[in-house]
T-cell receptor, first 116, second 119 residues
Framework: AQKVTQAQTEISVVEKEDVTLDCVYE???????LFWYKQPPSGELVFLIR??????QNEISGRYSWNFQKSTSSFNFTITASQVVDSAVYFC?????????????FGKGTRLSVIA | GAVVSQHPSRVICKSGTSVKIECRSL??????MFWYRQFPKQSLMLMAT?????????EQGVEKDKFLINHASLTLSTLTVTSAHPEDSSFYIC???????????????FGQGTRLTVV
């Protein structure tokens, strides 16, 4: 069975601090996808990144960076120099990669509050 | 990129009435769509998988007679909450995955969500 664990329920940081959101996953599949989404108060899910299981390269996009470590089954997300607009709930998710459509399995989310 | 449109974004209904939520894939065909439910301060939980032209597959604990799903075309799936009660108040969000020529699904697109309040 697939499972995503986001152990940090809530995190509060002061603006300009760096913050890392943890994500640990479980799957028996050798091919899978990992995702991060941002959910602001409006509720809409904002796509941040998708990574397939064969690509362990870390990725940087502006102030965002992701560290994918298959050895520890982790896909952590770091925001550098956090801003108030980063305040939201962040979800890590996992899906199989099959021919056919498969749903995402979400972690419980981490609520990030960035204080000015 | 591909877009999934969900309507309405917000609905308030009286207890005992039914509410229909639409989910459309705007520029791709989705043979499969997914319906999730999110209670306040909780995660997104898969309710059901909607299959075009066939019956939906429901997750354990989800009442299929209460949450009717119809996927009549390759671009539209609907979720009807029948005889809604206050405990059905939640955020409902649909999703579709675009399967490219490789046949392996990759992208996952989400609708804007529907906030249902039953009074």
């Amino acid at each position: 069975a697939q499972k995503v664990t986001q152990a940090q329920t809530e995190i509060s940081v002061v603006e300009k601090e760096d913050v890392t959101l943890d994500c640990v996953y479980e799957t028996r599949d050798t091919t899978y996808y990992l995702f991060w989404y941002k959910q602001p108060p409006s509720g809409e899910l904002v796509f941040l990144i998708r990574r397939n299981s064969f690509d362990e390269q870390n990725e940087i996009s502006g102030r965002y960076s992701w560290n994918f470590q298959k050895s520890t089954s982790s896909f952590n997300f770091t925001i550098t120099a956090s801003q108030v607009v980063d305040s939201a709930v962040y979800f890590c998710a996992l899906s199989e990669a099959n021919s056919g459509n498969t749903p995402l399995v979400f972690g419980k989310g981490t609520r990030l509050s960035v204080i000015a | 990129g591909a877009v999934v449109s969900q309507h309405p974004s917000r609905v308030i209904c009286k207890s005992g009435t039914s509410v229909k939520i639409e989910c459309r894939s705007l520029d791709f065909q989705a043979t499969t769509m997914f319906w999730y439910r999110q209670f306040p301060k909780q995660s997104l939980m898969l309710m059901a998988t909607s299959n075009e032209g066939s019956k939906a597959t429901y997750e354990q604990g989800v009442e299929k007679d209460k949450f009717l799903i119809n996927h009549a075309s390759l671009t539209l799936s609907t979720l009807t909450v029948t005889s809604a009660h206050p405990e059905d108040s939640s955020f409902y969000i649909c999703s579709a995955r675009e399967t490219p020529w490789t046949g392996i699904d990759t992208e996952a697109f989400f609708g804007q969500g529907t906030r249902l309040t039953v009074v």
